[in-house]
């Protein structure tokens, strides 16, 4: 399942200005065409500012000391979830797919 040739990861942080959808996601893995991916390779992105505000009110069923340590970490975890996401997640495999012809590509096969 592993890419014929070793692409390098990249992870960049941006802050977005708009996201044209209803809800934006934390993390992004573009472009999303297979193609592009495998040959030119691709960017795990973490939108940095589109993490939703927590505030001492929001946190529940939890001590005033255990709210702050939460508050204090919040950010980096999620910075480092987002990344293990995307670069883990979407980084490291191979779509698996057919050639035009029906035949199964070099690798092999986890369905047959």
Do not use: W
């Amino acid at each position: 399942m592993e890419k014929d040739t070793f692409l390098a990861p990249d992870f960049t942080t941006l802050d977005v200005i708009c996201f044209a959808t209803n809800t934006c996601p934390l993390g992004i893995n573009i472009p999303n065409y297979d193609d592009i991916r495998e040959n030119e390779g691709f960017k795990n992105v973490y939108l940095s500012n589109a993490m939703p505000q927590q505030t001492l009110s929001s946190i529940q069923f939890a001590t005033p000391e255990q709210t702050t340590m939460m508050l204090e970490n919040l950010t980096n975890s999620y910075e480092v979830h987002v990344a293990c996401h995307e670069l883990l997640g979407h980084g490291v495999g191979k779509s698996i797919y057919r050639n035009a012809d029906g035949s199964a590509p070099t690798f092999t096969d986890p369905v047959t």
